[in-house]
Structures are given as C-alpha cells and as structure tokens.
C-alpha cells in the first residue's frame, strides 16, 4: 500500500472525528435519557438534600408541639404547724390549675409554626434546584473533556500518518530528519495534553460522584456528541415571580404576618382554672358543726399583660422585618435578572463561537487538502503541515469548548427562567 493511500485512510479516520462536527448540527435524542438518571440519583442520594428534608420534617413537627395548652401545675403543701380553725386543724393542701391562652391563641401559634416550615419547604426546592444546575454543568465539563482526548487521539493518528509521510520524504531528500523530529515532538506534546486530560477527567469524576453522593471513582456513562440546534428560542426567558429562590422570601413574610397575628393574641389576657383542695382534721377543742370537713375551693385567674410596650415593639419589629423581606426579595430578582442576562449572552457567543470555528475547520479541511495535492507532485512542506494541522486541534478544541459552554448556560437558563426549552 502507498503511503499517500495510508494518509488518506487515516484522513478518512479523521472523518470520524469530523462526525463528531457534522453531527453537532443535530440534537442526540438520547442525551435527556442519558443524564436523567443522574440527576435522579443526585436528589435521592444527597446528603444536603436529606439534610433540608429533614429540617423540614422538624418544622413540620413544631407545629404539633405549639398547639398542645400550657403543661398542668399541681402543687402539695403540708402543714408543720396546723393552723386551727372553728371546724379543726388543716393538715395539708392540694392544687391543681390549667392557665388557657386567649381565644385563637393557640390557631395563630400554629399557623406562625406552619408558615416557618413552609418557608424551610421552598428551601428544599431551592437547594434542588441549585444541585441539579451542579451535576448539569459538571456532566457537561466531563462530555468535554472526553470530546478533547477523542480529538486527540484523532490528531495524533495523523500525526502519525504525517511521520510515515516524512520518512519516505526523507529517503528521497524531499523532507529533512528535523521534519520527522518536529512531527514526532508535536505527536509527544499531544500525548502529553491526553494525558493532562485524563488526570483533570478523574477530578471532575470524583466531584461528580460526589454530588451523587457515590463511590469517588464510578464509572460515569458520557454521550459522545452534543449539538448546537439551529436557533434559539425567539422568545426571551424571563425570572419568574414563584422561582423558589423569590418564592422564599415570599413565605417569610408570609412568617412575620402570622408572627404579628400571634403577637396581638398574646398581648390579650390568658385564663386559668383550677381547685384547691385542702384537708381538715378534727376539732379538739370543742365541738363544731362540719368539724373535720375539708374544704374544697374552685378557682379562676388572669393574667393581664399590663406593660403592652413589649408587644407594641414586636410590632415594630416585625413591620421592619417585612421592609427588610422586600428589599431583599427586589435585590434577589434583580440578581437573577443579571444572571439570566448574562448566561443568554454566554450561550449567545458560544452559538458564534461554535458557528465561527465550524467556518474554521472547514478552511483548516481545505487547506489540508491543498497540502496533499502538493504531496503528489513532490512539494510538500511540512511547516505548513504543522502549522495548519495546530491550527486544525485549536479550532476542534474551540469548538467542542463552545457545544460546553452552549449547554451550561442552557442550564443556567432554565434553572433562572423556570422553563424546559
């Protein structure tokens, strides 16, 4: 076999790493189905998550523990010195009372319990949120990286191919032994970067696994190609109102509405119940009618809040905190406005990037194929050969960068704008 017909093969090779650039144009079915399952694993099997859930279920819990009436007092005395009365000594007491909160008291506790642990519940749905964006954007980087060792491993073939080239070049004095040295040191810095590749690859593993909450070096399934679509939405996305992250300074204030309710409930009185019970001996002294009858007294008391400052300072207090819930929740929007913003304009230059070095690559293709035509008639230089095929891997790795940070800013997109496109 000549070694042009071996060139071409190995081009033809190259083919398949240009397949992985013709198949960018289109979307890969499968790529949903393939990461789904991971984000899956990383909501049932985070600890962070569990960690909130669990929180919330605590939150959950006080709202029972508010609702139950202050605890019963029971008092027993006994008399060391019995005082004497017309009907005979008294030898001990007993007492019982149950002090009831004004009417509603014990609702507006409740309430104020739910709405902390509806605020805790957005939460959960925030840091969800937030972790599914994580494993995105890091499934991402690895599909890069993995695209980044394929193209290199394409380019050293070639380069290989190049080196054949060369030798029999050089035994006809058409190439220099400098020409093989500088295509065998360009094949070595190649290697090198695949394996600088493989060593960033396995840290981005272990973070991903982490998320996951997995063994640090699970095996992790990346699809071979990603594509830019063709266009974008026309319409642009937009924060909405209910995003969790605005969502929960909504229920806080939701929180210190009821917190208020709570605190005019209990500036009302609050009631109490209960008998004494008190036991009598008989009388020695003299005779009585109801001597030895002990004596038994219902009883009722109130308690009057008569220093209501405290209560009017809690009003204050919670209608500062409301000032305070609206000015965070406008500079939150105004945050995720800027973020979405910006992540449209990111995935904006990375569609003209991945659509300038697509223009790249096929001037680098043909300019290959100038090279290889000048091979056939004896006037090949290899500098050019080196030169375009650098330029070649620049935009392939350009490229492949672009599709990443195409699809990272998508993520970002959707998890700010609350959309699925």
């Avoid at 190649?190 to 997995?214: C, G, S, V, W």
């Amino acid at each position: 076999m000549k070694l042009i017909d071996l060139l071409i093969i190995k081009l033809s090779n190259k083919n398949g790493m240009l397949s992985i650039l013709f198949s960018l144009f289109f979307f890969l079915i499968g790529t949903a189905q393939q990461l789904q399952p991971y984000l899956t694993q990383a909501l049932e099997n985070n600890p962070e998550i569990k960690a909130f859930e669990l929180r919330y279920e605590t939150a959950r819990e006080k709202v029972q523990e508010v609702g139950m009436l202050p605890e019963t007092q029971f008092g027993a005395g006994y008399f060391l010195s019995e005082p004497e009365t017309r009907t005979g000594p008294q030898q001990y007491k007993l007492s019982v009372q149950q002090m009831i909160p004004w009417f509603g008291t014990i609702t507006a506790r409740k309430n104020y319990a739910s709405s902390l642990a509806d605020a805790q519940y957005v939460e959960i749905a925030t840091v969800q949120r937030q972790l599914l964006l994580n494993v995105a954007e890091n499934y991402y980087r690895l599909y890069a990286i993995r695209a980044k060792q394929r193209v290199l491993e394409e380019n050293i073939d070639l380069l290989e191919a190049y080196e054949q080239l060369a030798l029999t070049s050089l035994e006809v004095n058409q190439a220099s032994a400098v020409d093989v040295l500088r295509l065998q040191m360009r094949k070595n810095q190649l290697q090198e970067r695949f394996e600088n590749f493989d060593e960033e690859f396995k840290a981005e593993q272990a973070a991903f696994n982490t998320l996951l909450n997995t063994e640090r070096g699970a095996t992790i399934e990346v699809f071979d190609s990603l594509a830019v679509p063709q266009e974008d939405p026309v319409q642009l996305p937009e924060v909405p109102q209910i995003h969790p992250e605005l969502l929960r300074f909504d229920k806080l204030y939701e929180s210190v509405e009821e917190a208020e309710t709570l605190n005019r409930k209990e500036a009302l009185p609050d009631m109490g119940f209960g008998v004494d019970y008190v036991s009598v001996g008989e009388a020695t002294a003299m005779e009585a009618p109801d001597s030895g009858k002990d004596i038994l007294m219902p009883m009722v008391s109130i308690t009057i809040p008569i220093f209501g400052n405290k209560y009017k300072s809690v009003t204050r207090q919670n209608e500062l905190k409301q000032r305070e819930l609206n000015a965070q929740r406008e500079n939150r929007h105004n945050e995720l406005v800027s973020r979405l913003e910006a992540a449209v304009s990111n995935r904006t230059k990375a569609r003209i990037s991945y659509q300038t070095q697509m223009l790249n690559l096929q001037q680098a293709k043909d300019a290959e194929e100038i090279l290889m035509r000048n091979y056939e008639t004896g006037t090949i230089d290899f500098n050019d050969v080196l030169d375009v095929q650098e330029l070649q891997l620049s935009f392939q790795l350009n490229l492949i960068e672009a599709v990443k940070n195409y699809y990272q800013a998508s993520a970002n997109i959707n998890y700010l704008s609350d959309n699925s496109e």
